[in-house]
């Protein structure tokens, strides 16, 4: 009797093949470290103009910091989705062209549509996710007797989340991890210098 093969293993599988033919990981990589980066940024910029204003209301802090890292997310997934599906059905006739081959409904094509999908979510997914990390302390407001230190608690997950995002640069593009991850951490630095000094140094 043949033994019935796991749903859950078949879907892994496609989604493995359909990765290699369409090569998302690279992509998808790019999306997610280059997409995190931006909304890590706005996040800054959003607590230093509630810090400037003198904000200290965490909820308020929050929302606005959801909200915000929502529509980043959504400006990324859409975006990305429209700009994926182009490119790969530009690909698609022009492979179907020059193989005199109607790719419709073929391996390639599935895996070419599947891939505008993935690389979509990971852009509209990734600055969402660090901006959640970036606003944690807020979260937790009741353990703290002063905002002001979880506005400084929260800048410090940005820049440490900033860090990261450079050491996964620099793993991938093969450099300095140490160096990559400076190079992002300054990119953080330099916003906050610029923010606090455009609220007036609060």
């Known amino acids: 009797m043949k033994k019935k093969s796991n749903p859950l293993r078949r879907l892994i599988e496609r989604i493995s093949e359909y ?17 995190a980066f931006d909304g890590v940024l706005t ?5 230093m103009g509630h810090y400037a204003a003198g904000v200290d209301d965490a909820m308020i802090v929050v929302t606005t910091g959801l909200t915000t890292s929502v529509a980043i ?9 429209l700009t994926e599906s182009a490119e790969r059905k530009r690909e698609m006739d022009e492979l179907s062209h020059s193989t005199l081959t109607d790719l419709n409904g073929s391996k390639i094509e599935k895996a070419s549509r599947f891939a505008a999908v993935a690389v979509a979510l990971v852009d509209g997914l990734s600055p969402f996710l660090a901006a959640l ?14 905002i002001h ?11 440490l989340v900033l860090f990261g995002l450079g050491m996964f640069l620099g793993k991938i593009s093969k450099q300095s991890w140490i160096v990559m991850g400076l190079k992002t951490l300054t990119a953080g630095l330099i916003s906050i210098v610029i923010s606090n000094f455009l609220g007036g140094g609060h």
């Open 43 to 47: 996040i800054i910029g959003v607590l």
């Open 19 to 35: 990765s290699d033919i369409a090569e998302i990981g690279e992509i998808a990589r790019r999306y997610f470290a280059m997409n």
């Open 73 to 81: 997310g959504i400006s990324g997934l859409w975006g990305s989705f």
């Open 149 to 159: 230190i979880i506005y400084y608690v929260s800048i410090g997950f940005a820049l």
């Open 133 to 146: 990390v970036v606003l944690i302390p807020f979260f937790f407001a009741n353990l703290f007797s002063d």
